[in-house]
């Protein structure tokens, strides 16, 4: 989603309740969040991703 290949991030999403709070629950044990310099290279990446699917279609 960044565009630049400079940041590396994941998502995980499903429908199934009991499996989402498994999920939740690995994610908040492990500590997985993005540090802040991550976070703002994918923002920074979003800015132009709709001009970039456009280009692709």
Known sequence: ??????AVA???ATAIDD???QLAFISN???GVLGP???Y???RGI??????MEQIN
């Open 47 to 52: 800015k132009t991703l709709g001009l970039r």
């Open 1 to 6: 989603m960044g565009g630049h290949s400079d």
């Open 29 to 31: 044990s492990t500590g």
């Open 19 to 21: 499996l989402g709070a």
């Open 37 to 39: 310099q991550d976070s």
């Open 10 to 12: 994941g998502l995980v």
């Open 41 to 43: 290279l994918l923002i």
